[in-house]
Nanobody, 115 residues
Framework: QVQLVESGGGLVQPGGSLRLSCTAS????????MGWYRQAPEKQRELVAD???????NYKDAVKGRFTISRDNAKNTIYLQMNSLKPEDTAVYYC?????????WGRGTQVTVSS
């Protein structure tokens, strides 16, 4: 059974930081491209950042220079370090893993940026 479990969300003031984590089980983690997506109310889910099996990274333009994605294959875990957070970063953040024709989602963690 595949599981992706996110943690680390919460309420933070504008300009603050959070680190999200996603731990996977049931997949050959090191072979998967892992990513973070987000969905704000009444908006479509969008890619925030992803990292390939060879650690190549890709970021949404709006988060470049503020967010950093990383992975630890020994722990089957990816991270998203989010700095200089803005109110428009408020969303549910979802972990995604894809390998070949398969893809899996976590249940999401809420990030709220507000004063």
């Amino acid at each position: 059974q595949v599981q992706l479990v996110e943690s680390g969300g919460g309420l933070v003031q504008p300009g603050g930081s959070l680190r999200l984590s996603c731990t996977a089980s049931g997949i050959i983690f090191r072979l998967y491209t892992m990513g973070w997506y987000r969905q704000a109310p009444e908006k479509q889910r969008e890619l925030v950042a992803d990292i390939s099996s060879i650690h190549s990274t890709n970021y949404k333009d709006a988060v470049k220079g503020r967010f950093t994605i990383s992975r630890d294959n020994a722990k089957n875990t990816i991270y998203l370090q989010m700095n200089s957070l803005k109110p428009e970063d408020t969303a549910v953040y979802y972990c995604n893993g894809r390998g070949g024709a398969t893809g899996y989602w976590g249940r999401g963690t809420q990030v709220t940026v507000s004063s």
